[in-house]
């Protein structure tokens, strides 16, 4: 098992950065880890993913360009870079591990309780 923690959101205007991160427990070097995020009255939607080595990722279209997935093994934390956020970039993001990856919630096995992000327009 493993559980994450995640932290760095906050309020931004609309052109500015911020940083994700999603602290693990556990044998965190062998999931996958997704990041998703749910804005108020929408359904939790993809934003990032990278495999256990943090050699392969994959972004959303909306995100693709602008948002950065990494990882840390050796500090069991991955990371996401937001840049140019936009007021549709405002949710609730949540960090998720699987033995699989991709873009389905259904992958991921376990879950935090999310940061909340907020951009300002």
């Known amino acids: 098992q493993v559980q994450l923690v995640e932290s760095g959101g906050g309020l931004v205007q609309a052109g500015g950065s911020l940083r994700l991160s999603c602290a693990a427990s556990g044998r965190f070097g062998v999931y996958y880890i997704g990041w998703f995020r749910q804005a108020p009255g929408n359904q939790r939607e993809f934003v990032a993913a990278?495999?256990?080595?943090?050699?392969?990722?994959d972004y959303a279209d909306s995100t693709k360009g602008r948002f950065s997935i990494s990882r840390d093994n050796a500090k069991n934390t991955v990371f996401l870079q937001m840049n140019s956020l936009k007021s549709e970039d405002t949710a609730l993001y949540y960090c998720a591990a699987g033995y699989s990856g991709g873009s389905a919630e259904a992958t991921y096995a376990y879950w935090g309780q999310g940061t909340q992000v907020t951009v300002s327009s």
């Open positions: 990278i495999d256990p080595p943090g050699i392969n990722s």
